[in-house]
């Protein structure tokens, strides 16, 4: 089995939600404080699945906050390895 995940940076909130819709993906939010979020280990990925992680330093923005997102991963340890040009995606 293939895994493919390509990795967005350097985009507008905008452009990523705009994106997220258009694909019509599962989205989770990567929150280690979330007083509502599910473990990442009891999460159904069988879905086309986005993960949102925000700056190691400050998290996510209040504008990812408050896009009506509800799903929160609390167990979050993301090792990028390759990033995905604008144009993968």
Known sequence: MSMRLPIISNWSWDEIHNLLVKQNLQ???ADAHSLKSTSIYQTDFTSPTA????????????????DGYNAFLN???????????????
């Open 27 to 29: 989205v989770y939010l």
């Open 51 to 66: 993960i949102v992680v925000g700056s190691e330093g400050h998290g996510l923005s209040k504008q990812v906050r408050s």
């Open 75 to 89: 167990e979050t340890s993301v090792t990028i390895v390759v990033g995905a040009p604008r144009s993968a995606c």
